[in-house]
């Protein structure tokens, strides 16, 4: 009696390393490209901090942030093995811009067995899309669509027709950035708020966005800022990446969530049902800057996706692997 040849299975953990969070996706997947999720995280680990304050030392990865982010990935690299994954691990724009980014990499590369490839911006709005285009295949396809990745540090903008990229590119704009720029006071003043918001402006006037239209543009979000603000929109007592990814977050809503943001102490954002707390201290920025990006593109709501660039980054290791 003959026997079936087993299917080729590729176990990969893709670990993305941002200016706010590291995210860690565990994946298999079959000949056919078939995914199932194995284990996801997401940890808040600030190695950014100080990513938009000046001076001497700006930029400059903390030696907290470091460590912290280090402790993350030990875990991380545990998780990795216990599943028998090959690891791929990238790093974004805090790691881009550190002048001691050495502090890091070398002891990161020590831990997971294979070095932090730190990506530019280019690449990283490409996974971004990558990302994008495989949760909403149909979308990608129909017509005009942009896409954002709202991070800590940079946000990626990528504009397609009909499945090609158009346009692309990294902004020196994020959530962490934008409020150690601007926002001294808790609550954020008025002029705080229009602070950031003429620097958003400023940025994305550089946005070669479609003329409006008769039908918007469909908008989609990723990253922490978006899947909060949608996470908060819901009332989620507990997140639940099954009712985020794929929700519409209408603009009337998003207004509604800027207008609780800027009423609030960071107190008391930190027990807003839906919200992580150790982002109550950034999440107004991030909020403002996505109801600008979706202002500028002529978009009435954003469909939101939890499937960020460890998403993408698995999706290309696929593509190429033997």
């Known amino acids: 009696m003959g026997s ?41 680990t600030r190695l950014g901090r100080g990513i938009g304050q000046t001076g001497q030392s700006a930029g400059a990865l903390g030696a907290e942030g470091i460590a912290r982010t280090l402790d993350v990935l030990r875990g991380y690299a545990a998780l990795a093995r216990q599943h028998g994954a090959r690891i791929a691990a990238i790093g974004t724009e805090a790691l881009r811009r550190a002048p001691n980014g050495a502090d890091f990499l070398g002891p990161a590369a020590e831990i997971l067995g294979v070095p932090v490839e730190v990506i530019a911006g280019a690449r990283e709005a490409a996974l971004t899309f990558r990302a994008a285009a495989a949760s909403f295949p149909d979308d990608a396809r129909a017509g005009a669509l942009v896409v954002v990745d709202i991070g800590g540090g940079s946000t990626e903008i990528v504009l397609s027709d009909r499945g090609a990229v158009t346009w692309s590119a990294s902004l020196p704009l994020g959530s962490v950035r934008l409020t150690e720029a601007h926002v001294r006071h808790d609550p954020a003043t008025d002029a705080e708020v229009d602070a950031v918001v003429q620097q958003v402006d400023g940025a994305l006037a550089a946005v070669p966005f479609a003329p409006r239209a008769a039908t918007p543009p469909m908008l989609i979000g990723i990253a922490g800022t978006v ?72 978009a009435d709501a954003v469909r939101v996706s939890d499937r960020g660039i460890r998403w993408g980054l698995l999706y290309e290791a696929l593509a190429t692997a033997p």
Do not use: F, K, W
């Open 227 to 298: 899947t909060s603000l949608a996470a908060m929109a819901l009332r989620l007592p507990t997140y639940d990446p099954a009712r985020v990814h794929g929700y519409d977050l209408e603009m009337p809503a998003l207004d509604g969530e800027i207008a609780r943001l800027r009423a609030s102490s960071q107190a008391e954002r930190e027990r807003l049902v839906g919200l992580d707390p150790r982002r109550a201290d950034v999440i107004l920025a991030g909020a403002l800057l996505l109801r600008r990006i979706a202002a500028a593109a002529g």
């Open 4 to 44: 079936c040849a087993a299917t080729p299975v590729t176990t990969l953990a893709t670990i993305d390393v941002g200016t706010n969070t590291t995210l860690l996706l565990v994946a298999r997947a079959d000949a056919a490209g078939h995914v199932t999720v194995l284990d996801e995280r997401a940890e808040i």
